[in-house]
T-cell receptor
């Protein structure tokens, strides 16, 4: 069974204080790892897709990286508007019972204080 | 504009009643999904569909039913058999099986 574990559950930062969020996964062949941002009462907003170990993607203050067992979302010099819940999700390769499913972690609640 | 539309945004249901949540997409995506989110928790998969007239149970399908008669529509029915239906329901779609999914803005269902 595919499993995704995110840590920490909650993270409080001061504006400008860089940090990282972790996403550990167990899947029968990774077909893709996805990062989302979710604001309260809204649907998740897509951020990044990573397909293979060593791959990196960047967008403004966010950078996502991928290894064979985990992914990191690095936040550089965060601002209060970066406050949100960050979700990680994985897809398995074809042939497994979970093919087609998108399995999510519990999320990390990020709060950035001015 | 292309996207996913969920309606209604808020829904109240009396105990013992069935209720149907609407999800429509104009992205021409083959795959569609329904997730449930409870306070402080991640997303749990209810049902997903790879193609028209085909769908599979997710991790928490009991008490729910779906149909996929048209490519652009994937309605979810919350039946009276669902013991704890109060939650935030999210619909999503993706172009294929290795691509990202895009989400609607959700329907908040409350049982009164």
């Amino acid at each position: 069974e595919d499993q995704v574990t995110q840590s920490p559950e909650a993270l409080r930062l001061q504006e400008g204080e860089s940090s990282s969020l972790n996403c550990s996964y167990t899947v029968s062949g990774l077909r893709g790892l996805f990062w989302y941002r979710q604001d309260p009462g809204k649907g998740p907003e897509f951020l990044f897709t990573l397909y293979s170990a060593g791959e990196e993607k960047e967008k403004e203050r966010l950078k996502a990286t991928l290894t064979k067992k985990e992914s990191f979302l690095h936040i550089t010099a965060p601002k209060p508007e970066d406050s949100a819940t960050y979700l990680c999700a994985v897809r398995a390769t074809a042939g497994g019972t979970s093919y087609g499913k998108l399995t999510f972690g519990q999320g990390t609640i990020l709060t950035v204080h001015p | 504009d292309g996207g996913i539309t969920q309606s209604p945004k808020y829904l109240f249901r009396k105990e013992g009643q069935n209720v149907t949540l609407s999800c429509e997409q104009n992205l021409n995506h083959d795959a569609m999904y329904w997730y449930r989110q409870d306070p402080g928790q991640g997303l749990r998969l209810i049902y997903y569909s790879q193609i028209v007239n085909d769908f599979q149970k997710g991790d928490i399908a009991e008490g729910y039913s779906v149909s996929r008669e048209k490519k652009e529509s994937f309605p979810l029915t919350v039946t009276s058999a669902q013991k704890n239906p109060t939650a935030f329901y999210l619909c999503a779609s993706s172009e294929g099986w290795s691509t990202e999914a895009f989400f609607g803005q959700g329907t908040r269902l409350t049982v009164v």
